[in-house]
Nanobody, 125 residues
Framework: QVQLVESGGGLVQAGDSLRLSCTAS????????MGWFRQTPGKEREFVAG??????????TNSVEGRFTISKDNAADADTVYLQMNSLKPDDTALYYC????????????????WGQGTQVTVSS
């Protein structure tokens, strides 16, 4: 099992920035990709960004490309992934989930092995 703990959500105004953090623990040697999904009420969870556990090959959904940056702490005993969110828009308001999977370049919820509990991001106009 892998445990994921997120932090960093909050209430900001349009144009502001936030940084989300997620630390993984447990059987992390089984994880190839970490990333972030988000969900708003009444909608399915959608992919936001992903990165290999090695810290290489970040990839994004089109709506956040150029505004969000995913990165990985590659210290010897760290398994922390970050999502730097700049130029936030009201449409970015959602519950953000940290995810981990044994697959690579996943974009569908069905491909995810582990989910965090979620952290709320609210962007006011």
């Amino acid at each position: 099992q892998v445990q994921l703990v997120e932090s960093g959500g909050g209430l900001v105004q349009a144009g502001d920035s936030l940084r989300l953090s997620c630390t993984a623990s447990g059987r992390t040697n089984d994880v190839y990709t970490m990333g972030w999904f988000r969900q708003t009420p009444g909608k399915e969870r959608e992919f936001v960004a992903g990165i290999l556990r090695s810290g290489n090959s970040p990839y994004y959904t089109n709506s956040v490309e150029g505004r969000f940056t995913i990165s990985k702490d590659n210290a010897a005993d760290a398994d922390t992934v970050y999502l730097q969110m700049n130029s936030l828009k009201p449409d970015d308001t959602a519950l953000y989930y940290c995810v981990a999977t044994s697959l690579v370049r996943v974009t569908r919820p069905s491909q995810i092995d582990y989910w965090g509990q979620g952290t709320q991001v609210t962007v006011s106009s």
